[in-house]
T-cell receptor, first 112, second 113 residues
């Protein structure tokens, strides 16, 4: 089954404790991206990657890191999480530009 | 800077009413346009998209959207809504050169049976 898989689905952590949210897709898509969804703000793009070893900043990259060492995986790294990073995070992949984005189920992160 | 604006934040309609959700963007270059829907507790799903050709595009579940280049708009329409259309709707604009994707703030649609 074609899908985008994020882990974990729920995470509560403390300020400053490094964490990684994994994202994997099995559709051989070139384009992958991360978003955060906050009430009243819609989805805001954090980082995106148009291919292996190519990553670019989205609208809200501060406090986040990503890597794209292989096509299927695009982990999101929070080196030192802060409470303002409490949010619902979505990973998405698409074949290329102008293609439908397939979204993961989301990761609800709470930083206390 | 590229931005997307959805004018209606919360819309309440009765079943069988017609729907139009506005979406405007600010970017003068090549764009690819999308409408996504998010049902309660679920992830986003594509309703329809436009990247070239006929500016009137049809999507799933009876939705359609019209791209008006001169107005930088991509409004979503449906002639007759159903209770099952209750969801949040997002317009998204992709920069055709860089691939950067910007979403609007979303419109919550509530359809009363």
């Amino acid at each position: 089954e074609a899908q985008v898989t994020q882990n974990p689905r729920y995470l509560i952590t403390v300020t400053g404790k490094k964490l990684t949210v994994t994202c994997s897709q099995n559709m051989n898509h070139e384009y992958m991206s991360w978003y955060r969804q906050d009430p009243g703000l819609g989805l805001r793009q954090i980082y995106y990657s148009m291919n292996v070893e190519v990553t670019d900043k989205g609208d809200v990259p501060e406090g986040y890191k990503v890597s794209r060492k292989e096509k299927r995986n695009f982990p999101l790294i929070l080196e030192s999480p802060s409470p303002n990073q409490t949010s619902l995070y979505f990973c998405a992949s698409s074949l290329n530009l102008a293609s439908e984005a397939f979204f993961g189920q989301g990761t609800r992160l709470t930083v206390v | 800077a590229q931005s997307v604006s959805q004018h209606n934040h919360h819309v309440i309609l009765s079943e069988a009413a017609s729907l139009e959700l506005g979406c405007n963007y600010s970017y003068g270059g090549t764009v690819n346009l999308f409408w996504y829907v998010q049902y309660p507790g679920q992830h986003l799903q594509l309703l329809l998209k436009y990247f070239s050709g006929d500016p009137l595009v049809k999507g799933i579940k009876g939705f359609e959207a019209e791209f008006i280049k001169s107005k930088f708009s991509f409004n979503l329409r449906k002639p007759s809504v159903q209770w099952s259309d209750t969801a949040e709707y997002f317009c998204a604009v992709e920069n055709g050169n860089t691939g950067k994707l910007i979403f609007g703030q979303g419109t919550t649609l509530q359809v009363k049976p």
